[in-house]
Structures are given as C-alpha cells and as structure tokens.
C-alpha cells in the first residue's frame, strides 16, 4: 500500500498550487483521508480530511476559506487546491489515509497510511 505525493515546489505569496495524492496497492474508496503539514520545528498538523464518499470535509481554520480538499475514488486520487498562499503555508505537506469504514478524524495518530511528502515553499 503506497501514498504517492505530487504538485509542491515554490509559489509567490498569493498565488496558487494543487497537491495531489495518488494510492496504490488497493482502492481506498473506504477510508477518509487527510492532509496533514509540518513546518521546520514544528509539529505535523491536520491541514484538511475528506470522508469516504466525499460527502464531508473538515479544514483547520488556518486555511479554511483558501484550501480546498477533494477526491476521486474512481481513480484512487485526493486532491488540496491551495489558493491564496501565505509564507505561513510553507511546509512539507503529507497525505494520509485512515483504515477502512473509519470516520474522518484530526490527529495523526489516527491514520494508518502516509505518503513520503512533498515540500511547498511560499516566498516572494
């Protein structure tokens, strides 16, 4: 089972990048999902987490009304569109997936699956 991350790199303040998250191995059209952040120092924090079918999602307020997390169980795919970046928004970001029929949750402790990371930089 492998999470893969894609889409970091570096972006001006205010501009935009979508990461996106690609599973292997099985189909993970069971399991929530979330995207997690750590930034040098700091501890990996909840970025946003998306149900199952996608019906329900959840953000940290520190992003909540820029970011925007989605998924497409037919291709095994979720998705954080970042809009309006800040230099605050920089951080190794990682997608993770709890196991099956589990509800979305918000700490680290209770995914299972993790991808290796991909670093967003926001600097002008």
């Known amino acids: 089972v492998q999470l893969q991350a894609s889409g970091g790199g570096l972006v001006q303040p205010g501009g935009s990048l979508r990461l996106s998250c690609a599973a292997s191995?099985?189909?993970?059209?069971?399991?929530?999902m979330g995207w997690f952040r750590q930034a040098p120092g700091k501890e990996r924090e909840l970025v946003a987490t998306?149900?199952?079918?996608?019906?329900?999602?959840y953000y940290a307020d520190s992003v909540k009304g820029r970011f925007t997390i989605s998924r497409d169980n037919a291709k095994n795919t979720v998705a954080l569109q970042m809009n309006s970046l800040k230099p605050e928004d920089t951080a190794v970001y990682y997608c993770?997936?709890?196991?099956?029929?589990?509800?979305?949750?918000?700490?680290?402790?209770?995914?299972?699956?993790w991808g290796q990371g991909t670093l967003v930089t926001v600097s002008s």
């Open positions: 993770a997936a709890r196991s099956q029929n589990l509800p979305m949750a918000f700490t680290v402790y209770d995914y299972d699956y």
């Open positions: 191995g099985r189909t993970f059209d069971s399991n929530a």
């Open positions: 998306i149900s199952w079918s996608g019906g329900s999602t």
